[in-house]
């Protein structure tokens, strides 16, 4: 997590000496005069928290607020507002632009300086979180309660650029209305995935749960004639020993495989003698098992 902390600030008097003050603390500081500059600057740099005055010229801080939560790249940034205007309805504004805190001016230096520490440390815990699922390699994208995403995980990433290649959207609009659908529904983690066309290409969207005013979803390939190649290259199987694996687990006895696969019955059981083995059990059941797992953790 960074130490960097982005002062947005009209105010030359209150970004020299809040930004000193700020330094003096132990942070890297980063300065922007308006809005826009720290939408910028927030987008080169990525912080680990900006303080942001609300009432400037041009683009408000609100406004700039908003548009770094809009970004995937920044959406994770926690934004502390400062500002004089204390009305019930400015502090909603803030909070609905994506704000964490809401800091009135005149600041009280130590106040402010103990609610960043709470905020890094927040955005730390919430980073690493993150950092967890992007090692378990998953497709994972969460999303506010509107269905706005919040971020994504590298795989996630990789698969919506995939199926939309240039585009400059956190997901495509066939996403999001899938986003919305589930999070209207009442829906549990178990509940099957709703399948959406993506140009040429189907996407399953899965609910996967709530947690900490985000909304999970998993991301996946409807895996439909691949389930062979799945259990070949994540079991380091053979072509027809992961075919052999794939109709034990859907249940298939080996005179149905025999069949099927149009090899012996003796060839079958020879197959999964060497499942077995590889797979380090000593029975169908457990086999199969295995097998269902690794196909339910990828479709």
């Not at 960097?4 to 700020?22: E, K, N, Y």
């Not at 199987?237 to 859907?250: H, K, N, P, Y």
């Not at 006895?253 to 059981?269: G, Y």
Request: include cysteine; aromatic fraction near 4%.
């Amino acid at each position: 997590m960074s130490d960097l902390i982005l002062l947005v600030d009209d105010d030359p008097d209150t970004r020299d000496w809040l930004g000193l003050a700020l330094e003096q603390a132990g942070y890297e500081v980063a300065l922007a005069a308006d809005g826009a500059e720290g939408v910028a600057v927030a987008d080169a740099r990525r912080p680990g928290l900006v303080l942001m005055d609300a009432a400037m010229p041009g683009l408000s801080g609100f406004q700039a607020c908003s548009q770094i939560k809009a970004a995937p790249q920044t959406a994770h940034i926690p934004v502390v507002f400062m500002t004089g205007l204390s009305a019930t309805e400015h502090v909603v504004e803030g909070f609905r632009a994506g704000g964490v805190d809401y800091v009135t001016k005149p600041v009280v230096l130590d106040e402010l300086l103990a609610r960043i520490r709470v905020h890094l440390a927040n955005a730390q815990m919430s980073i690493s979180a993150r950092a967890a699922l992007d090692v378990s390699g998953r497709a994972l994208l969460a999303s506010d309660d509107e269905g706005k995403v919040l971020w994504r995980t590298p795989q996630a990433v990789k698969l919506l650029d995939e199926l939309t290649p240039g585009a400059t959207e956190a997901a495509p609009p066939e996403v999001l209305s899938v986003l919305r659908a589930l999070l209207a529904e009442p829906r549990d983690a178990n509940a099957p995935p709703l399948v959406v066309q993506v140009g040429a290409r189907r996407l399953q969207v899965a609910f996967a749960g709530r947690a900490a005013g985000e909304a999970y979803f998993r991301l996946s390939l409807p895996l439909e004639g691949r389930e062979e190649a799945l259990l070949r290259d994540y079991l380091k199987l053979t072509a027809r020993e992961a075919d052999v694996l794939l109709w034990i687990s859907r249940g298939k006895s080996n005179r149905d495989i025999s069949e099927i696969l149009n090899i012996s019955a003796r060839t079958v059981n020879k197959h999964l003698e060497q499942v077995f083995t590889k797979l380090g059990v000593e029975n169908r059941a457990a086999a199969a098992a295995i097998a269902t797992r690794i196909v339910i953790a990828h479709g």
